[in-house]
């Protein structure tokens, strides 16, 4: 997971420098491109560390992991249920 890191830390760098690029040349249209690239990168990052942090969990607390998945499934299955029943 670490190049997915690498890779969301050198995707927010490069978005960062094209937006200040787009600042200088008056271009917003490269700003704002530069800013999602940016934001792109550090959600990239955020997922890298979610994932990891899933990991490290799932290791040490087989057990907790699986009952938080089932709790998790039976309550989107419940809201599910409930707005299938909603419709009709």
């Known amino acids: 997971m ?7 830390t050198l995707r927010e760098a490069a978005g960062s420098v094209k937006e200040t690029i787009g600042s200088l040349a008056g271009d917003v249209g490269m700003q704002l491109e530069g800013k999602a690239s940016e934001l792109r990168g550090k959600a990239q990052q955020l997922c890298a560390d979610a994932t990891d942090l899933a990991r490290d969990a799932m290791s040490s607390r087989p057990l907790a992991v699986l009952a938080s ?8 299955g419940a809201l599910w249920a409930r707005n299938r029943d909603t419709d009709m």
Do not use: S
């Not at 998945?69 to 989107?76: L, M, P, R, S, Y």
């Open 2 to 8: 670490e190049t997915t890191k690498t890779e969301g």
């Open 69 to 76: 998945a089932t709790a998790i499934g039976f309550v989107i």
